[in-house]
Structure formats: C-alpha cells, structure tokens
C-alpha cells in the first residue's frame, strides 16, 4: 500500500512562483487515498474524549463527516459568512490580502461539549484561529484540532499554540 505523500499532487508554482501547491484532490480521487486519509485523521483521536466534531468550509467537511460518522459524533459547519440560515455567530479574521468572516449556528454548541475542529490543511492558522474562537464563545472546550497537512513553514502551529494540534502530513516549506 502507497504512503499518504504518495497520493498528494504537489504542483510547483502555483499560486504564483515559488509556491509548491499541495492538493488534496489527488487524495480524494483515489479510493484508497480518500480511506488512508480519513483513517489517517481518525487515528490522531484515539484518545480523544470529544462530544462534537467541527469542519471548517469546504475540506473539514469532507474529512469531519466520515470522521464524524465513524466515531458517532454530530458534525458541526464553520461556514463563510452569509451561508448558513439560522442565527448565527461570526468572527472576522485577517488573510495574507484582506480578511475573511465565518459563521456557525449559534445553536451548534452546547455550554461544556468538548469539540475537535478538523480541516485539510493548516498554513497560517487565521482560519482555525477564528473557528476555535467560536467554539469557545458557545460556551465549548477545543479539546483537539486535527489537519490532513501541515505547511510547517507558514508557523500556523504558533498562531494556535493554546490547542492541542497535530497533523498527519508536514511539509518543511510554504
């Protein structure tokens, strides 16, 4: 059987020159990647007492739900703002160019649930940063915050040193 690495498509300069891009596509279209990913993940909470599962728009939720699903858990979406139909809360965040606002149903987490936050990857954190803040704000514990891929580079870890973080892939770089 391949190695996770073997199923990820890394593309040299794109977004612009200098980048190697990692993309989790190439996972996702292979069925045996797609299942090493998610079983991947999923081992990383072995010992994790969790109440809810978080997946962050769009990637947490392909990896949250089967996780999710496997472990019995709900499953909860951290959404761009303006997507979800409920009341909800939000928070903003800064981007590399701009910022960025996402949301959750002000209802999604109970005061004391205990709550892992999944996505894809992790690169400078802003996104997680602002999700766990949410989480936190509902009255929930971020007990755990697992990513397929780590861009060890862009320090995201740092930006998230409160939170028990751990990835299943790290690249050096950017």
């Not at 199923?7 to 069925?31: H, K, M, N, W």
């Not at 999700?131 to 998230?160: H, S, Y």
Request: charged letters at 30%; hydrophobic letters at 40%.
């Amino acid at each position: 059987m391949k190695k996770l690495e073997e199923y990820v498509r890394s593309i040299p300069d794109f977004p612009e020159p200098g980048i190697i891009f990692r993309d989790v596509t190439s996972i996702l279209q292979d069925a045996d990647g797609l299942k090493l990913a998610v079983d991947s993940m999923q081992a990383l909470l072995e010992d994790t007492d969790a109440d809810v599962i978080v997946g962050t728009e769009s990637r947490g939720f392909i990896f949250g739900a089967p996780i999710a699903y496997n472990l019995h858990k709900p499953l909860v979406l951290v959404r761009k703002k303006g997507k979800l139909p409920c009341e909800t809360v939000e928070k903003s965040y800064d981007l590399e160019y701009g910022s960025a606002t996402i949301e959750m149903h002000k209802d999604s987490i109970k005061p004391g649930q205990k709550v892992v936050i999944v996505d894809d990857l992790i690169a400078t954190g802003g996104t997680i940063e602002a999700a766990a803040k949410l989480v936190e704000e509902l009255g929930g514990t971020v007990v755990k915050v697992i990513f397929l891929m780590e861009l060890e580079g862009l320090k995201g870890r740092e930006r998230l040193k409160g939170y028990d973080v751990e990835s299943v892939i790290k690249y050096q770089g950017k």
